[in-house]
């Protein structure tokens, strides 16, 4: 009978672990450092041998244990297979079979964003549903997508790379990714403050946001919060793309809800409202209903949902 | 040890059938009259007795038999209830369940579109991988998204309901679904003749199409393919249009490959390469060689479709 299942979520600075319950109890949650140095050849190793002295610390019997689900910061194949991570200075490696070896243990591994997108599934803003995308807007705009319980990898990796969908032809600046016009160059936080920038710049309309120094995002939802005319256009214009966006996504896998996570997510229901109003004017209309919800594991959502992938593994 | 599976792929005017292998070979194919009256009651006991018969002449024995898969122009969800169909007369109706009563046989069904795509998966242009898109220009744009093998029909039977992607916030004309700028609008047979009217009528330039009375979507690739300028642009302007909204679903689902069927897929080469040349351009960095491929099994991809979603079961 397995009773407890552990999630890794490895970043660039620091391993986030978590020991679960079966049913979905945090029971202990913990950090140590990404050692990085050697092509991150010691990041494995120091993730098993942490697990290993939590479970002689509880005095868990390993045979009670369902696994261990590990995230990574970029693509992951169905098998396992890391097909390169830059941020750990990993090449190709089947991370599972590695780390299987190193535990002992039932291994799943999955991209960080899908992995927080099956936490919020499980046990935050998208539980009770089995079909859900998670959109994660943060520095960038993340995405998971899960059908029917399952993770949508993609043959690439790039399953839930919504970020990097083309949703302005006419742009001429360059996104990370290296083309142009990209989700993410509007809709996360940096692409927020890109657009206010130049709102700013090209016209003289007075706002409350040119007297604070380095305007970010959340100063554009607090100044719209406030009534703010300038600050409410752009919150407009941020819920007109991300909203006909995830429409288009709708008319792909018609997920019963979308999450919102990420930094900017906590301007909350300004956020939320906008984004659905412009979301359902361009919806299919068998999908108009789509339920929108936020996110609520913050940075969590990575360990909860290492320990789910492990469960539906 | 079962050894043989039917299909039936119910459209608006007939009801295509056919007796398979459950290695994939078509033993037999043949239709019946989709009989509409009375709010389609007759369809599915019509298909039934058809399929009776047909076991009966060719005295297979019950238990060798699969099932049988039914593919319908219209939403379907995962449970097999068909949530209004009114090419048929149908209101919300679970088929599966009246179907297994009909046939003492187990029974899958599916939109008839996404069935195409298992049916090109299974024994067409997608043999051999295991999650596809298939794209289908006909009169609209349908589509089909199949992930490790099963289909996404989608929360609300929306899912592959590509053809309703907005893709032009700017346009003025609606859309059949009530939406404006839909990708259909374009990139369908009816949306190539679309383009190819404004073209002609807002410029005076030369063409071998201004001499053909009532344009077709096969007139405009054949003068294409002849060099005429005016044809060769709106071929490019349909390959720039498609092209980005497929890698768009990239970003979402990563599929090993693109399968391009219907009506206009019959232009070939030049629709696949022009299509593939700005899919490239915008894809994500780790989608760039996604397999583009025509569709190969023409009006049969139902029939087999529905044979292999039994199957897949």
């Given at each position: 009978m397995k009773q407890y299942v552990f999630g890794a979520d490895i970043g660039g600075t620091t391993v986030k672990l978590g020991c679960f319950t079966v049913e979905g109890e945090l029971l202990d949650k913990w950090e140590i450092t990404t050692r990085k140095e050697e092509d991150g050849r010691f990041i494995l190793p120091d993730?098993?041998?942490?697990?290993?002295?939590?479970?002689?610390?509880?005095s868990l019997d390993?045979?009670?244990?369902?696994?261990?689900?590990?995230?990574?910061?970029?693509?992951?194949?169905?098998?396992?297979?890391?097909?390169?991570c830059?941020?750990?200075?990993?090449?190709?490696?089947?991370?599972?079979?590695?780390?299987e070896k190193l535990l002992g243990l039932p291994v799943k591994v999955g991209n960080d964003a899908n992995m927080a997108s099956l936490g919020e599934m499980w046990q935050g803003g998208g539980k009770g549903f089995q079909s859900i995308v998670m959109v994660t807007l943060g520095t960038g705009v993340g995405g998971g997508i899960i059908i029917n319980g399952k993770m949508v990898s993609g043959t690439n990796g790039a399953g839930g790379e919504i970020g990097h969908i083309c949703v302005d032809d006419s742009e001429t600046e360059t996104c990370g990714c290296g083309n142009k016009g990209c989700l993410e160059q509007y809709c996360s936080a940096t692409g927020i403050v890109r657009m206010a920038g130049k709102e700013l710049e090209n016209t003289d309309a007075p706002s409350s946001l040119r007297e604070i120094p380095g305007v970010s995002a959340r100063d554009v939802f607090d100044a719209a919060k406030q009534g703010d005319a300038l600050a409410l256009s752009l919150v407009e214009k941020h819920g007109k793309i991300l909203g006909r966006a995830l429409a288009g996504i709708?008319?792909?896998?018609?997920?019963?809800?979308?999450v919102i996570g990420g930094g900017v997510s906590r301007a909350g229901d300004i956020l939320l409202s906008t984004l659905a109003k412009y979301y359902r004017q361009h919806a299919f209309h068998a999908c108009k209903n789509t339920v929108f919800t936020l996110a609520s594991l913050g940075n969590d959502a990575g360990i909860y949902g290492c320990a789910a992938a492990i469960l539906t593994k």
């Open positions: 993730v098993a041998e942490s697990i290993q002295a939590k479970i002689a610390e509880r390993r045979e009670t244990i369902a696994g261990v689900g590990i995230g990574v910061p970029g693509p992951v194949k169905d098998d396992g297979t890391v097909t390169g830059v941020n750990l200075g990993w090449g190709e490696v089947n991370v599972e079979t590695e780390a709708a008319c792909v896998c018609d997920p019963e809800a979308f």
